[in-house]
């Protein structure tokens, strides 16, 4: 689910936008920034000397494999077309779950790059070729089973100003024009809560809802990534619909796989067959401090005003990453780079390969880009296990 964000806020079609929010920086702030500025280089000039010096700093061995969420499935015989396909989360827990890849679309030239060089295989189209306004659809007509995808979520996003249908980056309207031009048997659409609040309720109906309901059958879901093995809060949204000539009537919400051992004492009817959820700290490797919960949800670094390293995305969380001991800000590219730079107040620095475990990528996965290109496809993408369980659901449905 990415857009590609340059700093002066390009669009699809090479057209620039401003948000209607201003972004205006006091006197004290800028002066501030400076001099933060100013430490930041020095502290990394030291750390890159401390790195030359003591090349062997140990780092930690995380425990969680997300691999080990998303058992292989053998092939269903059926065939997967992606849109917005982002750094590959929706790619990756389709093909886990046993579908056959047709082809990737995405704008983003990294994350084109990204998809390439973990499966060079696959049929990918990014940067100018991965454009979807506008695309004839018709040659993929009864060559494809499914199509899955995550539009830009920023048209309803807090970070993205809501602005929804008047928002330059709105794809909706592209992915059911895509799904009403193929006809696939079934279709899954990805986004997030913030889409059905009361003020995109018409949004919803008019664009996503009626359209695609003369031709399929459509269910809307939310599902919880910890749900799935994954050590972060993270709500998402699904549209899903199979075509109505196939004669499905009901489809059910994918079955959890985990539950949250501090549910326990709350929630009556735990299922104890599933199994508990890891916690962040466990599953990063990091020692037992008496404190240990989920990730607060990963900000992607491609939304906002500017390019970050941070994967912060309130106060809230601010205090949640506090009490766990762990800094989300100026995350390292590796693990040695984190090392290499400790933070001010003695907490864990992320690392890129620790983001990726935390969304839910294994480590095998490599992603294209600087540090914040590759935080921001991380952030944009759907957790592979999430997508795989919603993939073996539509599958078993197709296959009865």
Partial sequence: MTYNRHKDNVGLNGEVFTGEKKYQVSAPDREAARLRSIDSAKRKQDAESNSKINPTLVTHVPRLDPASLMVKMSPNKLRALSLFSGGGGLDLGYERAGFAHVASYDYNSDAGTTLRQNRPKWRVHSGSDGNVVGKDWSSFQGKVDVIHGGPPCQPFSSAGLQKGADDV?????????????????????????????????????????????????????????????????????????????????????????????????????????LKACPTLRWALGLEDIGCDDLAPTIRSTLTGPRHTTSILSSTAAMAKWAALRIWPNGVGRDRQAALNFPAKNGHYRLSVPDVQIIQGFPEEWTFSGPAYMALGLIGNAVPPPLAYNVAKSIAQVLQK
């Fill in 169 to 273: 980056r709105d794809m909706f309207p592209q992915f059911v024009r895509a799904t009403l031009t193929i006809r696939p048997k079934a279709f899954m659409a990805e986004n997030v809560p913030a889409l059905l609040q009361k003020k995109f309720q018409g949004y919803v109906k008019d664009t996503i809802v009626s359209p695609l309901s003369e031709l399929y059958n459509v269910w809307q879901i939310s599902l919880h990534a910890h749900q799935f093995g994954i050590p972060q809060y993270r709500k998402r949204i699904f549209f899903i619909g199979f075509r109505k000539d196939l004669g499905v009537t009901h489809y059910g919400s994918p079955t959890p796989t985990h539950y949250l051992v501090s549910d326990e004492l709350t929630l009556p009817g735990i299922n104890h067959n």
